[in-house]
């Protein structure tokens, strides 16, 4: 048998491959990683279970290499100098409460926010730690688990011809779908909004192709995918390349869903609202976490379920290394887009509906290094935000000790952070689905809602 009519050979065919097959490779339909072909085994048991949702879409913003806490969300001005640090404070509108000199902004719309100081991981380790704040579970070689943006994509889908989950400015760190067919996995902008010629990659056809022949490349990959069945190939595969190419063409076919990736139309005033070019780090860089949160704003009001933002400023937030410079050269446009976001989102009546979940893989050492005048990594209490999506507003939830080391009280595990928000978007966590080898996972094992976050 000829190796090109080998139901094997069609199963390990590349997307790349099946798309010169279907002679579209001309088209440049790729959609990057949201259209790979991964899983294609991969079962799920059931319906989803409906709860009340308070919330209908999720803009995740993570600061990877552990945001520290202490020059953040709970400084601890009283504290000795060696366990304070070298950064001032800012009164909030909360009496009482004070954040970091470098979230002068966010500091005025803590009326927005509930602040959790006392979220308690499990392991001070990057690539583990990031793994567990995104999934709820840590690493197991036994099997890849399911990123909350996945999961969100599989039971909730998405609208208006967007993908489900999105991912600003370039792909998504944890396992993306892991056990969960890849059609659930993130799709990748490709490049970052704040750049001059942001342009995203794969939402728009060719300029050499035309509308009509768009429609007739639409058929011939028809044709060659009935030819296909016709040799009995293997039906699975099959249905998912065409699940892929479906959710292509409906994107390549609607202006809404191409407009809402675009910034051109913004007015200076909302450029503005989220800092966008405003600020530069010590050395000359462009620091700019507007363009993202702006972004993300757009997307979900468009219909984007799952916005995931990545935002490592100048020099990242692992801060082993003077960590006052490092601060002023991340935090204050950071702090500037976040204030403009849940303010933003406010004023259009978007922030009930809308969960912003600020997260980070662990905090920082209480006890500053006085050689390198940084902190190491701390796992055992730090920092995470949320606001809208029926979480309370004004709240500073749980109260650390003397030097941010532990709870003193209202400590919540990240299990409980991640039932709580999928809880918000009427998902339950311990509805179990199943991964190749017929084996049932808990969304989330051992998480609990935690009711005092919710209004």
Same mark, same amino acid.
């Given at each position: 048998?000829?190796? /090109?009519?080998?139901?094997?050979?069609?199963?390990? #065919?590349?997307?790349?491959?099946? &798309?010169?097959? !279907? +002679? %579209? $490779?001309?088209?440049?339909?790729?959609?990057?990683?949201?259209?790979?072909?991964?899983?294609?085994?991969?079962?799920?048991?059931?319906?989803?279970?409906?709860?009340?949702?308070?919330?209908?879409?999720?803009?995740?913003?993570?600061?990877?290499?552990?945001?520290?806490?202490?020059?953040?969300?709970?400084?601890?001005?009283?504290?000795?100098?060696?366990?304070?640090?070298?950064?001032?404070?800012?009164?909030?509108?909360?009496?009482?409460?004070?954040?970091?000199?470098?979230?002068?902004?966010?500091?005025?719309?803590?009326?927005?926010?509930?602040?959790?100081?006392?979220?308690?991981?499990?392991?001070?380790?990057?690539?583990?730690?990031?793994?567990?704040?995104?999934?709820?579970?840590?690493?197991?070689?036994?099997?890849?688990?399911?990123?909350?943006?996945?999961?969100? /994509?599989?039971?909730?889908?998405?609208?208006?011809? #967007?993908?489900?989950?999105?991912? &600003?400015?370039? !792909? +998504? %760190? $944890?396992?993306?779908?892991?056990?969960?067919?890849?059609?659930?996995?993130?799709?990748?902008?490709?490049?970052?909004?704040?750049?001059?010629?942001?342009?995203?990659?794969?939402?728009?056809?060719?300029?050499?192709?035309?509308?009509?022949?768009?429609?007739?490349?639409?058929?011939?990959?028809?044709?060659?995918?009935?030819?296909?069945?016709?040799?009995?190939?293997?039906?699975?595969?099959?249905?998912?390349?065409?699940?892929?190419?479906?959710?292509?063409?409906?994107?390549?076919?609607?202006?809404?869903?191409?407009?809402?990736?675009?910034?051109?139309?913004?007015?200076?005033?909302?450029?503005?609202?989220?800092?966008?070019?405003?600020?530069?780090?010590?050395?000359?860089?462009?620091?700019?976490?507007?363009?993202?949160?702006?972004?993300?704003?757009?997307?979900?009001?468009?219909?984007?379920?799952?916005?995931?933002?990545?935002?490592?400023?100048?020099?990242?937030?692992?801060?082993?290394?003077?960590?006052?410079?490092?601060?002023?050269?991340?935090?204050?446009?950071?702090?500037?887009?976040?204030?403009?976001?849940?303010?933003?989102?406010?004023?259009?009546?978007?922030?009930?509906?809308?969960l912003v979940m600020v997260m980070t893989e662990f905090g920082r050492t209480p006890k500053m290094d006085s050689n390198t005048a940084g902190r190491a990594h701390h796992a055992r209490n730090f920092s995470m935000v949320l606001a809208g999506g029926g979480t309370t507003r004004g709240q500073i939830y749980g109260l650390s000790d003397a030097t941010a080391s532990e709870p003193s009280r209202d400590g919540i595990t990240v299990e409980d952070f991640l039932a709580t928000a999928y809880g918000q978007l009427g998902i339950d966590?311990?509805?179990?689905?199943?991964?190749?080898?017929?084996?049932?996972?808990?969304?989330?094992?051992?998480?609990?809602?935690?009711?005092?976050?919710?209004?």
């Amino acid at each position: 048998m000829n190796s /090109s009519c080998n139901p094997s050979h069609f199963r390990n #065919l590349s997307r790349r491959g099946f &798309i010169q097959v !279907g +002679t %579209l $490779g001309a088209l440049g339909l790729s959609l990057g990683d949201y259209l790979q072909l991964q899983a294609l085994d991969s079962k799920i048991i059931g319906q989803p279970e409906r709860k009340e949702a308070k919330a209908k879409n999720v803009i995740q913003i993570f600061l990877p290499g552990g945001c520290s806490h202490l020059e953040s969300w709970d400084p601890k001005p009283d504290a000795p100098i060696e366990f304070r640090g070298p950064m001032g404070v800012v009164k909030t509108k909360i009496p009482g409460v004070v954040f970091s000199e470098s979230m002068q902004r966010c500091a005025q719309i803590v009326d927005k926010l509930t602040v959790i100081r006392t979220v308690v991981g499990k392991i001070p380790d990057h690539a583990q730690a990031q793994y567990h704040v995104l999934t709820g579970y840590t690493p197991t070689p036994a099997i890849q688990h399911a990123s909350m943006g996945a999961i969100v /994509s599989h039971e909730l889908g998405g609208l208006n011809q #967007l993908p489900a989950w999105i991912g &600003i400015p370039t !792909g +998504t %760190l $944890g396992p993306n779908a892991g056990y969960l067919p890849s059609k659930f996995g993130c799709f990748s902008l490709g490049a970052d909004p704040a750049n001059k010629g942001f342009q995203v990659r794969d939402v728009s056809l060719p300029q050499n192709v035309t509308a009509d022949e768009f429609t007739k490349r639409q058929d011939m990959r028809s044709a060659v995918e009935a030819h296909f069945r016709k040799m009995d190939t293997d039906g699975v595969a099959l249905d998912t390349m065409d699940d892929f190419y479906q959710k292509a063409y409906a994107l390549l076919g609607s202006t809404q869903a191409q407009n809402a990736f675009k910034l051109d139309g913004e007015p200076n005033h909302m450029l503005d609202l989220y800092g966008c070019a405003k600020y530069k780090a010590a050395k000359g860089k462009l620091v700019s976490a507007g363009e993202r949160l702006l972004l993300a704003r757009r997307l979900v009001e468009a219909g984007a379920r799952f916005v995931s933002v990545t935002y490592e400023g100048a020099t990242g937030w692992d801060t082993h290394n003077r960590i006052k410079e490092a601060f002023q050269d991340n935090m204050p446009a950071f702090d500037h887009a976040l204030a403009g976001l849940i303010s933003d989102l406010d004023q259009r009546g978007l922030l009930d509906t809308t969960l912003v979940m600020v997260m980070t893989e662990f905090g920082r050492t209480p006890k500053m290094d006085s050689n390198t005048a940084g902190r190491a990594h701390h796992a055992r209490n730090f920092s995470m935000v949320l606001a809208g999506g029926g979480t309370t507003r004004g709240q500073i939830y749980g109260l650390s000790d003397a030097t941010a080391s532990e709870p003193s009280r209202d400590g919540i595990t990240v299990e409980d952070f991640l039932a709580t928000a999928y809880g918000q978007l009427g998902i339950d966590s311990r509805k179990r689905l199943m991964a190749p080898g017929e084996r049932p996972i808990d969304i989330i094992r051992d998480g609990k809602i935690i009711k005092g976050l919710l209004a």
